[in-house]
């Protein structure tokens, strides 16, 4: 991996950190010679760039945000109770099979990640949305 990273133009690695807002089309050499596909789905909070796809087999990610799941307008998704409620229960494995159900719909949606669950590790009340974090350690 660090070989590969180390052949890409600094232009691919700035498009591949930066997403696809105000994206602009950038041609590499097709060192991959397969046809591949970029990853369709919903979009919610962005997604990385679907640019090098098919030259450099890099897919493309889409992301998704929620305190209580999958965060995506007008599609069904479960809702769950925020993190602070999970972490008031003090079941690891109720935290586990809710992993599980937002797994199962990311692979539904096509989401690769989602910007949940959070920590407030250094413990801030001015850390930002703090009902999204664990207020306290699962395991």
């Not at 890409?8 to 696809?20: A, D, S």
């Not at 602070?84 to 992993?99: E, N």
Request: aromatic content about 8%; some cysteine.
């Amino acid at each position: 991996m660090d070989e590969f990273v180390a052949s890409l133009e600094p232009e691919v690695l700035l498009r591949l950190i930066t997403g696809v807002a105000n994206e602009t089309p950038y041609e590499t050499v097709d060192r991959l010679h397969k046809d591949i596909n970029p990853i369709e789905g919903p979009t919610a909070s962005g997604e990385t760039t679907a640019l090098f796809v098919s030259t450099l087999g890099i897919p493309n990610w889409k992301m998704t945000d929620g305190p209580a799941g999958l965060h995506l307008s007008t599609l069904g998704a479960a809702c769950y109770p925020t993190d602070i409620v999970m972490a008031q229960t003090w079941d690891p494995q109720l935290g586990i099979l809710m992993g599980r159900g937002i797994g199962i719909e990311m692979e539904f949606y096509n989401q690769g990640v989602i910007l949940e669950p959070g920590m407030n590790i250094h413990r801030d009340p001015l850390g930002g949305r703090n009902f999204e974090y664990f207020s306290e350690i699962l395991y």
